[in-house]
């Protein structure tokens, strides 16, 4: 069975970094399409950024120029490190997993940037 484990999450204050990792099981972890989504508190969940088995990366302006995804098929690991956080980074983030029809969900990281 499938698993997407979410690890990394924290306390952070302004201007810090993270890095989350989420690690896979049970799947072909390098066909698949990898992606970070988060959401806020009353908001819908958002893509964060996105990865696809070729290496292909896809990020939402807001994250521009301070996350990056990366992935290690050899530890079934895709990352997301981030970088000058704000307040407004602060979330739940998830990670997904597709491929065809094919979809897989972490069970979230609790991220706060707060002073």
């Known amino acids: 069975q499938v698993q997407l484990v979410e690890s990394g999450g924290g306390l952070v204050q302004p201007g810090g970094s993270l890095r989350l990792s989420c690690t896979a099981s049970g799947m072909i972890f390098g066909i698949y399409t990898l992606g970070w989504f988060r959401q806020a508190p009353g908001k819908q969940r958002e893509l964060v950024a996105d990865?696809?088995?070729?290496?292909?990366?896809n990020y939402v302006d807001s994250v521009k120029g301070r996350f990056d995804i990366s992935r290690d098929n050899a530890k079934n690991t895709v990352y997301l490190q981030m970088n000058s956080l704000t307040p407004e980074d602060t979330a739940v983030y998830y990670c997904k997993a597709v491929y065809l029809g094919r979809t897989y969900w972490g069970q979230g990281t609790q991220v706060t940037v707060s002073s």
């Open positions: 990865i696809t088995s070729s290496g292909l990366r």
